[in-house]
């Protein structure tokens, strides 16, 4: 509400607050909503979250964005911002994806092989 006050203020500052201006506000409270929404899909990034809560993250702020893309850029976004090596075992392999669930499913799998690889070295 602090960036509703905000813009509430400087709206005072140029004229007179009346129910048109109210209905710009809530439209430019929007479209910054939005924009914040999609800069965090932009910089969205794996880090320490499981591949499993990342696609839950990721599929979460696609749809608060209403992302409209084509989904081979989706599918790019996806796996850019993925951990180095299951990145990396994704465009290294031979497994073409054609829809954001396959690439989704292909990264549960790789991260599940280097787990037991690891567990099995243990």
Known sequence: MHLRACLTASLRHFEKFNMNNLVKLDHMIRQLRGM?????????????????DYIARFEDLAH??????HRSL?????????SFDIRRAIISSSYGVDFVEDVFDFAL???LTFKEIVSAKA
């Open 36 to 52: 914040i929404e999609l800069d965090k899909l932009h910089n969205f990034r794996q880090s320490d979250l499981s591949v499993r």
């Open 64 to 69: 608060r964005c209403n992302v409209r893309e």
């Open 74 to 82: 989706t599918i790019t976004r996806f796996v850019s911002s993925l």
């Open 109 to 111: 799998k790789i991260d």
